[in-house]
């Protein structure tokens, strides 16, 4: 299909893919999409989570620390995640029984190896950066099917953070006109997206809050051999140790006012290994309990500080993996009552699919032309169409 077919089609089927910071799997949606901007309207068709290989987790988050790895070793991921990224397209399509010769069109946000959004001067240039491996190009190659790629890089460019970029998808899909709105997305890092009742898309305040799943991950994998605290119950056990909390809380990070982002370089191996080793000695359950409450807690002060003087929430909505952690769930029941708590499944949307959901509608946005960053989030000078566009 070409670019011209593609853009008469009234109901587009689109594929979005993620992969986030915790590489843990990839997440994959088919979309039945129809109209674009504030007209759109979708139904997930089909959505799975494709496992990688054993080790693969292992090897990305490798490469992803500082000096973790070779160029060499990076080109080849970027082409190898790229196969990956195809067989989960394939995968989801099968699963609804079509083709991918039945798909129009891919959006792929690709696996982030490095985040780097403050600037730094380079050969009489300021430099913000942000790596996303899985070549968009080899994608559509791969597949047959045009796809949007790179989504981060253009309003990088324009001097944005190049995240969060969810909350364009918040705005058009989740804007109430009687409900102040708080979108909480917990993956390996959480993000909030503020939705003031009747609000424009324009109006709309978003920003990373710090930590999501990817120090509880850590955790939970080097103390307790697995990947993840499944429902959370091994901080159930635990009981929570205040002074690394109190550590964490003054990290100069929390203290940034809106726009920012974060990953890997601020909450990662590095920050991790500060914290065990403040904690040597506790019980494995205690540091699992400790570490998983710096996640609710730090999402809720970054409310109260940044986005409770605008307006006070309604309903907090949450998705991401961290919505099916008890005691994250919990703590944040706690913390924003009176508020309703809910998960986004609860307005018709899979909380596990959201995200694959978002870059489908936002690859979507690209080939009809429309600009989708939120430079009130991001901090780009300006609104600009995101991505690039890969032809099969």
């Given at each position: 299909m070409?670019?011209?077919?593609?853009?008469?089609?009234?109901?587009?089927?689109?594929?979005?893919?993620?992969?986030?910071?915790?590489?843990?799997?990839?997440?994959?949606?088919?979309?039945?999409?129809?109209?674009?901007?504030?007209?759109?309207?979708?139904?997930?068709?089909?959505f799975?989570?494709?496992?990688?290989?054993?080790?693969y987790?292992?090897?990305?988050?490798?490469?992803s620390?500082?000096?973790?790895?070779?160029?060499?070793?990076?080109?080849?991921?970027?082409?190898?995640?790229?196969?990956?990224?195809?067989?989960?397209?394939?995968?989801?399509?099968?699963?609804?029984?079509?083709?991918?010769?039945?798909?129009?069109?891919?959006?792929?946000?690709?696996?982030?190896v490095?985040?780097?959004?403050?600037?730094?001067?380079?050969?009489?240039k300021?430099?913000?950066?942000?790596?996303?491996?899985?070549?968009?190009?080899?994608?559509?190659?791969?597949?047959?099917?045009?796809t949007?790629?790179?989504?981060?890089?253009?309003?990088?460019?324009?001097?944005?953070?190049?995240?969060?970029?969810?909350?364009y998808?918040?705005?058009?899909?989740?804007?109430?006109?009687?409900?102040?709105?708080?979108?909480?997305?917990?993956?390996?890092?959480?993000?909030?997206?503020?939705?003031?009742?009747?609000?424009?898309?324009?109006?709309?305040?978003?920003?990373?809050?710090?930590?999501g799943?990817?120090?509880i991950?850590?955790?939970?994998?080097?103390?307790?051999g697995?990947t993840?605290?499944?429902?959370?119950?091994?901080?159930?056990?635990g009981?929570?140790?205040?002074?690394?909390i109190?550590?964490?809380?003054?990290?100069?990070?929390?203290?940034?006012?809106?726009?920012?982002?974060?990953?890997?370089?601020?909450?990662?191996?590095?920050?991790?290994?500060?914290?065990?080793?403040?904690?040597?000695?506790?019980?494995?359950?205690?540091?699992?309990?400790?570490?998983?409450?710096?996640?609710?807690?730090?999402?809720?002060?970054?409310?109260?500080?940044?986005?409770?003087?605008?307006?006070?929430?309604?309903?907090?909505?949450?998705?991401?993996?961290?919505?099916?952690?008890?005691?994250?769930?919990?703590?944040?029941?706690?913390?924003?009552?009176?508020?309703?708590?809910?998960?986004?499944?609860?307005?018709?949307l899979?909380?596990?699919?959201?995200?694959?959901?978002?870059?489908?509608?936002?690859?979507?946005?690209?080939?009809?032309?429309?600009?989708?960053?939120?430079p009130?989030?991001?901090?780009?000078?300006?609104?600009?169409?995101?991505?690039s566009?890969?032809?099969?």
């Open positions: 070409n670019l011209l077919t593609l853009l008469r089609k009234k109901k587009k089927r689109v594929i979005g893919l993620m992969s986030g910071t915790s590489a843990d799997s990839i997440d994959a949606a088919l979309v039945t999409v129809t109209g674009n901007g504030v007209t759109t309207r979708l139904r997930v068709e089909s799975i989570s494709y496992s990688y290989p054993k080790g987790r292992d090897y990305v988050l490798g490469l620390q500082p000096g973790g790895g070779s160029v060499d070793e990076l080109c080849r991921l970027n082409m190898l995640s790229a196969q990956f990224f195809a067989d989960a397209a394939q995968a989801v399509a099968a699963q609804a029984g079509l083709p991918l010769s039945r798909i129009n069109l891919i959006g792929s946000h690709g696996q982030t490095h985040h780097l959004p403050a600037p730094k001067k380079m050969f009489g300021q430099v913000r950066a942000t790596l996303q491996l899985g070549d968009p190009s080899a994608i559509a190659k791969l597949t047959g099917v045009i949007v790629g790179n989504f981060r890089a253009g309003d990088v460019a324009l001097g944005g953070e190049g995240a969060p970029l969810v909350p998808f918040d705005a058009i899909m989740f804007r109430s006109p009687r409900k102040n709105r708080l979108l909480l997305n917990i993956g390996g890092i959480a993000n909030v997206t503020l939705l003031p009742q009747k609000c424009s898309v324009n109006k709309v305040s978003a920003f990373d809050t710090g930590p799943n990817m120090m991950d850590a955790v939970a994998q080097r103390l307790f697995k993840y605290d499944a429902g959370g119950a091994i901080a159930a056990r009981d929570i140790i205040v002074e690394p109190r550590r964490v809380v003054q990290l100069p990070y929390f203290r940034k006012a809106p726009p920012k982002s974060t990953g890997r370089e601020l909450f990662g191996a590095v920050l991790v290994d500060e914290l065990l080793a403040m904690m040597h000695g506790a019980r494995p359950e205690d540091i699992v309990a400790t570490i998983t409450e710096m996640t609710p807690l730090t999402i809720y002060q970054q409310y109260a500080r940044y986005l409770r003087p605008q307006c006070v929430v309604d309903e907090l909505i949450v998705s991401g993996g961290g919505s099916r952690n008890r005691i994250i769930m919990e703590a944040l029941g706690r913390y924003f009552s009176p508020a309703a708590v809910m998960v986004s499944d609860d307005l018709g899979s909380s596990d699919a959201k995200e694959a959901v978002c870059f489908a509608i936002l690859a979507n946005e690209t080939i009809c032309g429309n600009a989708a960053n939120l009130r989030v991001t901090g780009a000078s300006r609104a600009t169409i995101l991505g566009i890969n032809l099969p």
